[in-house]
Nanobody, 127 residues
Framework: QVQLVESGGGLVQAGGSLRLSCAAS????????MGWFRQAPGKEREFVATISRSGGITYYADSVKGRFTISRDNAKNTVYLQMNSLKPEDTAVYYCAALASDYYSAYSASDSDYPYWGQGTQVTVSS
């Protein structure tokens, strides 16, 4: 069982930056691939970024590639999403998710693969 708590959301002007954090409870964090997803009002939840257990593999949605960076600190049981050059279309509730795996290289861009989810943090980008 993994419990996730996101933080770091807020209101920022276009072009600004935010850093989201997701703190995980339990001793299994280092065995989990992690993902960030987002859901804008009236839209389906969409993939943002994912990182493997060791942090050696990362993968991004095309819409955020070059602007967002996912990272993790297994000693702190925390995954981060650094968001730069924010755009109004990045406005959404951002969720982190965990996927326990026996494979160090495992990662996924599919939300249906993730059994554990945080409650979400709101990011609003004004124009």
């Amino acid at each position: 069982q993994v419990q996730l708590v996101e933080s770091g959301g807020g209101l920022v002007q276009a072009g600004g930056s935010l850093r989201l954090s997701c703190a995980a409870s339990g001793r299994t964090f280092s065995r989990c691939a992690m993902g960030w997803f987002r859901q804008a009002p009236g839209k389906e939840r969409e993939f943002v970024a994912t990182i493997s257990r060791s942090g050696g593999i990362t993968y991004y949605a095309d819409s955020v590639k070059g602007r967002f960076t996912i990272s993790r600190d297994n000693a702190k049981n925390t995954v981060y999403l650094q968001m730069n050059s924010l755009k109004p279309e990045d406005t959404a509730v951002y969720y982190c998710a965990a996927l326990a795996s026996d494979y160090y290289s495992a990662y996924s861009a599919s939300d249906s693969d993730y059994p554990y989810w945080g409650q979400g943090t709101q990011v609003t980008v004004s124009s």
